[in-house]
């Protein structure tokens, strides 16, 4: 079992930045991929960017440019530095963990959600 532990997320005016921070602990294989999915109100979740515990990225165009990924494998923590936000960007975002073993994913786990709110 895999627990975690969000933080970050609040209101920002259109033009900020934030920072949020999900930190894994419990049964986490060495193969592994942690990151961030967001919801809007009446939407479904969708995906923003993971990182691959061996450095691979993956994000959705909308954010390139604008949010970066970043994780510390020793902390098992990934962190989404959010910048140039806009009011589109508001939503409640949720942390991921997926893990791996023999190329097959054993687990998939979400945190509880932070809410990000871009608004002037």
């Known amino acids: 079992q895999v627990q975690l532990a969000e933080s970050g997320g609040g209101l920002v005016q259109p033009g900020g930045s934030l920072r949020l921070s999900c930190a894994a602990s419990g049964s986490i294989t060495s193969l592994n991929v942690m990151g961030w999915y967001r919801q809007a109100p009446g939407t479904q979740r969708d995906l923003v960017a993971v990182m691959s515990s061996e450095g691979s990225t993956n994000s959705v165009d909308s954010v390139k440019g604008r949010f970066t990924i970043s994780r510390d494998n020793a902390k098992n923590t990934v962190y989404l530095q959010m910048n140039s936000l806009k009011p589109e960007d508001t939503a409640v975002y949720y942390c991921?963990?997926?893990?791996?073993?023999?190329?097959?994913?054993?687990?998939?786990?979400w945190g509880q959600g932070t809410q990000v709110t871009v608004s002037s």
């Open positions: 991921n963990v997926k893990t791996f073993r023999a190329g097959l994913v054993v687990g998939d786990y």
